[in-house]
Every structure is written in C-alpha cells, then in structure tokens.
C-alpha cells in the first residue's frame, strides 16, 4: 500500500484527534511519524498511531497538558511537558532552544515528563535547517543488558545529531545505542521477517534470529554503546530530575499513566564561532569529500550520514509512502484502539 505524504497526514491526524488530542497538537504528531515514513524509517512512523491512540484515550498522554517554560540561566531552560504528546512538547522546547541559541550563541534546553516524541532527527534537523547545529537525546524504558549483565537496565536511549551545509543540503544522524531500535524489533514482527542474530537475546540470553522470541536487546558495540546510554540517561533523566536507568517507566505497563519521560536539546549557532558562511561551506566540503572518497567491496559510494535517507525520501515523493496493509486499515477505519497495548510486557506478543 502507498500513499501520498498528504493522504498518510491525513490519516493519522484523523485517528490522533479522535482519540482525544487537539487537532493542532494531532497535526503535529502526524508531522513527526510522517516524517519517519518518508524516510523509510517505518519503525518511528505510522504503525506507532494504534499505541498512541490508545495512551490519549486512556489519558496516558495529557489531551490539553498544561506546558510552561522555566528559563534557568541565559543559555538554559526547562520545558515542563505536563505528560503532553512528546512530539509537540520536543517542538516547542526546540522552538526554545533555537530562540535562545540565536540570541545567545548556545542553549541547553531539558524537556521535563513528556510522553514519547518518535525519531528524534525531527527536531534535530527542524534546527539544521534554521542555520543551527543541534544535537538532542532521549530516555526509554529498560530494555537493554549492560555490557557483561544478564538484566536489562538502559533503555535503547537514542542520540540524533544533525548539522546544516549549503543548498539546504544536511548531515544528521539518528541512532539508538543498541545495534537496532526496538521499534526495528517491531517492524520486523509486523512483517514476519527474521532479524540479524546480532540484534538480540532470548529470554536465555542467548543470540536470536526470531523477532517474536526477543527478551531484551544489545549494546552497540559492547561497552561503548553501553557508556553511551549511560550518558543519555544521565542527560535527560538524571539532569532534569527524572526516574532513571531501570526505573524509567514502561512503555507499555500502565497506559492511563504518564510516562515522565526526559529529553535533552542542545543547540549551537555556528555564527558566533567561525561564521555560518564558513561554517556551511566547510560542511559542504565534507560532504564532498565523503562521496569521494574510494569505496569498499561491495559498496558503490561512500554516503555522509542521512544521505541514503534522501534517496529513500525522493522515491517516496514520486512513488508514494509504503505502509503496511493491516496498518492502513486500522488508520482509515473507526477503532480507536483494541486494548492491544495496556500492562503488556514490552516483549510480549
């Protein structure tokens, strides 16, 4: 099944706002899981609605939250996200963060309880594309073994960076600090397609190919990947005030309660340090000098990050969006949800 960008909008804007959200704060959801489908990034986009449908319905997510911002210092602020949808609180605190970042060179701005926010490289490249260099992190639940353990402590705690070149040309990347996201997990159930035996243990620890038999998932590269959810956790849970490492809250437990999730954006205006022109045609170097560089066996050309997702994104906008047939079919019809999600275990069925 495709759909046009417009059409996928639609859909999940319609579904968002029935289950109980403003039809602002329902557009700004779809953006952000629209975003991730036009870039092939299925796991983050259209087959999220039924969980947030849900969630709204049950009041997990605050239908009309109550945001406020606390500016804590010149370059500094807080985003109290009243356990708002964390796609509109993550805008509106990066909205902050560029303010800030445009008058005073840098900002540091915490989102404090928020619900999910999808792909993180949406707010990281909203920035980019504004003259601004922006990284940003996020806590999840625990599901991920520490290098050497046999429990889950971490969640898959993603870290998105993006930076802006000329032409309106980007780098950015976005990426879990285990081998694969959980929602790749899912993706592959959905499609009833095998994973990498890289990806994941089994409830005995042991390296599965199934996605149906996954327990909990693993570091990227071992201890480095491990000390890199480390310092997500510290940076938007710890920081900010917020549960942390094993006592972040499920995705899944409880749905008529709010997540309290944290979220970190930091933002530089490349401006105040070597001036944008400069800054931007260096990037644009770099790029150049990625692609030119001589490829390995078995590849045709070296991309700078996020290039392959253009290629994904423009085939897109000629072909239209491929979604899941069970997936549109839940969008265009009337259920809001089918208590798929409430006190599961994150790894069940």
């Known amino acids: 099944m495709r759909l046009t960008k417009q059409e996928l ?24 899981l629209v975003f991730a489908d036009a870039k092939g990034i299925h796991s983050h986009g259209a087959m999220r609605v039924e969980y947030y449908a849900e969630r709204i319905a049950k009041g997990g997510i605050t239908a009309n939250p109550d945001f406020k911002v606390e500016k804590t ?12 949808a964390g ?32 792909a993180l490289s949406y707010f ?62 899912l993706h592959a159930r959905s499609k009833n397609e095998s994973i990498p035996d890289t990806w994941a243990v089994d409830e005995n620890g042991e390296p599965t190919t199934d996605p149906h038999k996954v327990r909990a998932l693993l570091p990227v590269a071992g201890p480095k990947g491990y000390g890199l959810m480390m310092m997500v956790d510290v940076l938007s849970g710890v920081l900010l005030g917020l549960p942390f490492g094993n006592k972040v809250s499920s995705m899944y437990h409880d749905l008529s309660e709010g997540r309290d999730l944290g979220q970190l954006h930091i933002v530089i205006n490349p401006a105040v340090f070597t001036g944008l022109d400069s800054f931007k045609e260096n990037i644009a ?3 150049s000098d990625l692609n030119g560089i001589k ?15 253009e290629f994904i994104q423009k085939e897109y906008e000629e072909k239209g969006i491929e979604i899941v047939d069970d997936i549109y079919e839940y969008l265009a019809s009337d259920v809001i949800h089918n208590n798929a999600y409430d006190n599961q275990d994150p790894f069940a069925e």
């Open 87 to 118: 796609h509109v609180a993550a805008k509106l605190a990066m909205d902050e963060a560029i303010n800030i970042a445009k008058e005073s060179g840098v900002a540091v701005v915490g989102v404090k309880k928020m619900g999910h926010s999808g």
């Open 73 to 84: 210092g010149p370059s500094s602020a807080i985003f109290h996200g009243d356990n708002g």
């Open 285 to 287: 170097q770099t790029m």
């Open 124 to 185: 990281t490249e909203y920035a980019a594309k504004q003259d601004l260099i922006a990284l940003s992190v996020c806590q999840s639940d625990p599901m991920v073994v520490p290098f050497g353990g046999a429990e889950a402590y971490y969640g898959t705690n993603p870290i998105a960076f993006a930076v802006p070149g000329k032409d309106g040309k980007l780098i950015s990347f976005d990426m879990a600090t285990t081998v694969q996201a959980w929602g790749k997990i």
């Open 9 to 32: 909008t639609d859909l999940i804007k319609n579904k968002i706002h029935k289950a109980g959200l403003s039809e602002e704060h329902a557009e700004q959801v779809a953006d952000v």
């Open 295 to 309: 490829p390995a066996p078995g590849f045709d050309q070296v991309f700078y990050p996020g290039q392959n997702l």
